[in-house]
């Protein structure tokens, strides 16, 4: 029946239903969102980042393979995002990335108390956040989503997930008012195929991030979605030249061809 009514349907029509549908589902979730006391302190809290690195550059550190070969130790002085599990790669470094942002419930979940102890400020999902995190000073409670596209100039609202923290962190950017943001370590390419979204466990070393015990043995993680994540790299894009800003995307032999391409070694 489904399947008949979607033939049925035209696209725009369908899209239409299908959005009205997500924004249904998601209002259970707007009490908690926007007036528990942990996601109000948030969103106070907020206000300070706005535009707060206005005109300045940070670069956006993706957790692929090819982030083995590029040169951290460049980005010492610089303002970094880092994401999930890249805190396995500081000691290497040097030094923490900046910011740090995760919003996927499984990574939060089994990595709550390295998450936790972080030395830096953390951008977290509220949906995950609540469950497994406690409220700190440089702690904040995103309110994220997995349905309903768009890309959200203001991140004390509903920000998309688009199916990778990536695309969060790109909006996290845009909201502090950087001019030019630059992804590495952003391959767009898995070893590891299978239905995306799909959780399943780790048998045995990481192949599609820069540390084997990344998502090592026993580690549950859900396949990736890339033409979901292609779908929030296109509207960031347009979203930033909008606003005569710009994304650049310097990942070693990366596979997405989103962004404008620049050599990595060129930037400093």
Same mark, same amino acid.
């Given at each position: 029946?489904? @399947? %008949?009514?979607?033939?049925?349907?035209?696209?725009?029509? +369908?899209?239409?239903?299908?959005?009205?549908?997500?924004?249904?589902?998601?209002?259970? !979730?707007?009490?908690?969102?926007?007036?528990?006391?942990?996601?109000?302190?948030?969103?106070?809290?907020?206000?300070?980042?706005?535009?707060?690195?206005?005109?300045? $550059?940070?670069?956006?550190?993706?957790?692929?393979?090819?982030?083995?070969?590029?040169?951290?130790?460049?980005?010492?002085? @610089? /303002? =970094?995002? *880092?994401?999930?599990?890249?805190?396995?790669?500081?000691?290497?470094?040097?030094?923490?990335?900046?910011?740090?942002?995760?919003?996927?419930?499984? /990574?939060?979940? !089994?990595?709550?108390?390295?998450? !936790?102890?972080?030395? /830096?400020?953390?951008?977290?999902?509220? $949906?995950? *956040?609540?469950?497994?995190?406690?409220?700190?000073?440089?702690?904040?409670?995103?309110?994220? %989503?997995?349905?309903?596209?768009?890309?959200? &100039?203001?991140?004390?609202? $509903?920000?998309?997930?688009?199916? =990778?923290?990536?695309?969060?962190?790109? !909006?996290?950017?845009?909201?502090? *008012?950087?001019?030019? /943001?630059?992804?590495?370590?952003?391959?767009?390419?898995?070893?590891?195929? *299978?239905?995306?979204? =799909? %959780?399943?466990?780790? @048998?045995?070393?990481?192949?599609?991030?820069?540390?084997?015990?990344? #998502?090592? &043995?026993?580690?549950?993680?859900? +396949?990736?979605?890339?033409?979901?994540?292609?779908?929030?790299?296109?509207?960031?894009?347009?979203?930033?030249?909008?606003?005569?800003?710009?994304?650049?995307?310097? %990942?070693?032999?990366?596979?997405?061809?989103?962004?404008? &391409?620049?050599?990595?070694? @060129?930037? #400093?």
């Amino acid at each position: 029946m489904k @399947e %008949t009514i979607k033939k049925a349907l035209p696209p725009p029509v +369908l899209a239409a239903a299908r959005n009205s549908l997500d924004s249904l589902r998601r209002l259970k !979730q707007v009490p908690d969102a926007y007036f528990h006391p942990w996601r109000q302190q948030t969103r106070r809290d907020l206000l300070a980042y706005h535009n707060k690195h206005r005109g300045e $550059r940070c670069f956006i550190l993706g957790n692929g393979p090819s982030l083995k070969n590029t040169d951290l130790s460049l980005l010492k002085n @610089e /303002v =970094t995002f *880092g994401m999930n599990r890249i805190y396995l790669a500081f000691e290497d470094m040097g030094f923490p990335t900046t910011y740090f942002v995760s919003v996927n419930d499984l /990574v939060i979940e !089994q990595c709550a108390e390295d998450i !936790q102890h972080l030395p /830096v400020p953390r951008f977290i999902s509220w $949906r995950g *956040g609540k469950q497994w995190l406690q409220p700190d000073k440089d702690l904040f409670f995103l309110y994220s %989503t997995y349905s309903g596209p768009k890309f959200a &100039k203001d991140i004390r609202n $509903r920000l998309w997930e688009s199916a =990778t923290v990536t695309y969060v962190s790109l !909006q996290l950017a845009y909201y502090m *008012g950087f001019e030019e /943001v630059i992804l590495i370590g952003v391959d767009h390419s898995f070893a590891t195929k *299978g239905k995306p979204n =799909t %959780t399943i466990v780790s @048998e045995g070393d990481d192949p599609n991030h820069f540390d084997p015990k990344y #998502f090592g &043995k026993g580690f549950r993680w859900q +396949l990736p979605d890339l033409d979901t994540s292609e779908i929030g790299y296109a509207m960031a894009r347009q979203a930033f030249e909008a606003d005569g800003r710009k994304v650049i995307d310097a %990942t070693i032999g990366g596979k997405l061809t989103i962004f404008e &391409k620049r050599d990595y070694l @060129e930037l #400093f």
